[in-house]
């Protein structure tokens, strides 16, 4: 099994910045994808952001520009910068782990961002 620890989230507004944080343990396999989902009210669960263990990142349209991933394999830790946040950026973000980013095996129990003025 894996767990997380995410941190970071909270509320800003329009325009501003936040850095979530997802620390890992237990099984974790060196070659796993980590990265971040989100779901918004009423929407379904999205692909936000993933790394491959060899730094290889992908985004969705969304965000390209505005958030970065990054990993530190040491830590098993990944972060996500999220700068020029907009209001339909609010939503839970997800932590989560695994071979295939686009299904991933674990997941973490979510960290509230709100985008509102």
């Known amino acids: 099994q894996v767990q997380f620890v995410e941190s970071g989230g909270g509320l800003v507004q329009p325009g501003g910045s936040l850095r979530l944080s997802c620390a890992a343990s237990?099984?974790?396999?060196?070659?796993?994808?980590m990265g971040w989902y989100r779901q918004a009210p009423g929407k379904q669960r999205e692909l936000v952001a993933g790394?491959?263990?060899?730094?290889?990142?992908h985004y969705a349209d969304s965000v390209k520009g505005r958030f970065t991933i990054s990993r530190d394999n040491a830590k098993n830790t990944v972060y996500l910068q999220m700068n020029s946040l907009k209001p339909e950026d609010t939503a839970v973000y997800y932590c989560?782990?695994?071979?295939?980013?686009?299904?991933?095996?674990?997941w973490g129990q979510g960290t509230q961002v709100t985008v509102s003025s």
């Open positions: 989560n782990a695994g071979f295939n980013p686009y299904a991933p095996d674990y």
């Open positions: 237990g099984k974790i396999f060196s070659g796993y994808t």
């Open positions: 790394i491959s263990s060899g730094g290889y990142t």
